[in-house]
């Protein structure tokens, strides 16, 4: 058997370790609790096995001598004992023994070493990210709920109110009005004559399972000095039957405030140009081109009528207040980032076992 290529082993001092470890990339701070250092350099990476025994025995020899006698007798030279105050570090071509009763923070740093590897410092950066975006998703869910009860409130009581004059709240030309998204599920008042020739559908409807379309009005409203329009959505009636004609002379309406519509994420969308007899989205700004004075913030959901609309027309249903699913979907994404860290955490111990 080849005898190993290992050098005698030389006890160094704090400012000679740090010179002869730099080579091999060990930080110099960590030498800052030990009391003393071991070197012993190897030709052949295969001889670290011999080398560390033999550092590691260097080391332990040097800390008995330095004990006096009532110390030796007070600690069992056992091998759990000294790996306390001696640690090896095991590099391609040298064996570092440190002395020091801090000697384990150093053994620390080499067992967990390996979470500086590229590899491991990318799956760092994911579980982190991962983590991050889970949490920030939970607290968004969060403030959805929280938003859905404000707004159940002001719905309730906005749909629960007596109604208002709605030509008050519009307010003259050049006065005070309210804020269209003030007036939003208010229950209103107003008489006026429906202009029946610029009727129209909202296709696409649906209420309590069944499919159909609302019926759209123009309401030209009585004692109005500029002549205001205000479109009025009729009801709901089912896909097979035919719309009726509005009630003709004046009218007096009980009617739901809702704002303009938008075209939702992959909805089709209406024509920019021509005259409409169906739309998607109740847009107002769009129907204003076809219809005269039409104003564009708001239209009306009929509640009562006097006269009456055609039976077939049913009444547009209440807003459903249901705080949904949000909260729900706090606890999933919190509970999500856990297991990720909990993930890292089984990984990394997975690790440490296997070696």
Known sequence: MATPSIAQPKLLDRKSAAAALLPERIVSSRLTHCSA?????????????????????????????????????????????????????????????????????????????????????????????????????????????????????????????????????????????????????????????????????????????????????????????????????????????????APTGTVKIIARVRLSESRRFGELSDPATGVLDEIINIDLPRLSKQIENLNTEIYLEVLDSQPQDSSVIARIADPVLSTGSHLSYTAQWFIFSVFVAAGWVVVVRRKLKSG
Not at 41 to 55: G, T
Not at 118 to 141: D, E, R, Y
Not at 204 to 209: C, Y
């Open 37 to 245: 250092v071991v070197h012993c350099s190897v030709v052949k990476p295969s001889d670290c096995k011999s080398a560390f025994w033999c550092a590691t025995i260097f080391a332990s020899v040097l800390m008995r001598r330095s004990m006096n006698a009532t110390q030796r007798a007070q600690k069992a030279q056992s091998p759990s004992q000294i790996k306390k105050s001696v640690v090896c570090l095991v590099t391609d071509r040298t064996i570092v023994a440190l002395i020091g009763q801090d000697a384990h923070r150093y053994d620390d740093f080499v067992k967990y070493r390996f979470l500086l590897r590229p590899s491991w410092i990318a799956l760092h950066v994911t579980v982190v990210a991962a983590i991050t975006l889970m949490f920030n998703l939970g607290l968004w869910q969060y403030n959805r709920y929280h938003e859905r009860i404000d707004f159940n409130e002001i719905v309730s009581a906005r749909i629960n109110a007596q109604p208002k004059n709605l030509t008050e709240l519009l307010g003259e030309p050049g006065g005070d009005k309210a804020k269209a998204s003030d007036l939003e599920w208010l229950n209103v008042s107003v008489s006026g004559t429906y202009l029946d020739k610029q009727s129209l559908l909202a296709v696409n409807r649906s209420q309590e399972g069944i499919s159909g379309v609302d019926p759209l009005t123009p309401l030209l409203i009585d004692g109005d000095s500029t002549k205001q329009v205000v479109l009025v959505n009729r009801g709901f009636i089912s896909q097979k039957t035919d719309s009726p004609k």
